[in-house]
């Protein structure tokens, strides 16, 4: 069964993004619209109204900045995680290690949702939507992925070129726009971790930005995940002082 599509609740100039969470008829997600203006309480309230008529019962957000938050706040949410907020100069990366990153296929898709309910807790796996949204987040995204045995495996292969039978056991999507960098997402499958895979995925990421003239990038990773945060400092990037929050709300 296909997917339910993406509704763009509107108001003015304010637009937001909204789909059954995860699949789940009773929670529905939330999320601003890319470069509309910071959402308002009265609009979040309209929201709220809308979607209770739909019959959900509850409202989860997208990973929210301090300055998002506060219409959020003002219309009755509250915060349900927090995230670490990290950045990084790229200039002076650190070599790429050779993990034989490759193109995803368009076959390859569930085998990377199952990478991703592999690599985090309920809350925060993807689902088909929610993979969608990270592909779409930024006008250019690099979607690559690492290969069980991938020393056997020709780098940077198309797609169409011997993806069958391939077990992939990591992947990475980075995105840009204009100057700004971001790690979407990056999994990769416990037994396949400790070998190189994460930091490989993550320095091709990074290395493809600074090809294309982006200088700083960012990445955000839930409170309390000690094994991303260490990779992430090892590749050199840094905490900032503020971190991003999704909120919920409940309807009934």
Avoid: K
Wanted: hydrophobic share 40%.
């Amino acid at each position: 069964m296909s997917a339910p599509s993406v509704d763009i609740i509107r108001w003015g100039r304010e637009r937001a993004r909204t789909w059954p969470w995860r699949g789940d008829r009773n929670v529905a997600f939330l999320a601003p619209v890319p470069e509309a203006p910071i959402l308002s309480a009265a609009f979040l309230g309209r929201c709220l109204t809308i979607l209770g008529e739909r019959g959900f019962v509850r409202v989860v957000t997208s990973a929210l900045s301090p300055l998002e938050q506060t219409g959020f706040f003002a219309a009755g949410f509250e915060v349900a995680e927090e995230l670490h907020l990290l950045s990084l100069d790229l200039d002076g990366l650190p070599a790429r290690p050779d993990v034989g990153v490759t193109r995803v296929a368009a076959s390859e898709r569930p085998q990377i949702l199952a990478i991703d309910r592999a690599a985090f807790s309920p809350f925060w796996q993807l689902d088909d939507h929610g993979l969608n949204e990270a592909l779409g987040a930024t006008p250019r995204t690099r979607f690559r992925a690492v290969v069980e045995h991938a020393q056997d495996q020709d780098r940077d292969r198309e797609a169409h070129d011997g993806t069958a039978g391939r077990t992939l056991v990591g992947y990475a999507i980075n995105g840009r726009s204009g100057s700004r960098g971001f790690v979407q997402r990056l999994a990769v499958v416990p037994e396949a971790r400790r070998h190189g895979v994460g930091r490989g995925l993550l320095l091709d990421g990074l290395h493809w930005m600074r090809r294309r003239g982006v200088r700083r990038a960012v990445v955000n990773t839930q409170v309390g995940n000690d094994a991303a945060l260490a990779l992430y400092y090892d590749a050199g990037f840094q905490r900032e002082p503020s971190g991003l929050s999704v909120m919920e709300a409940g309807l009934q």
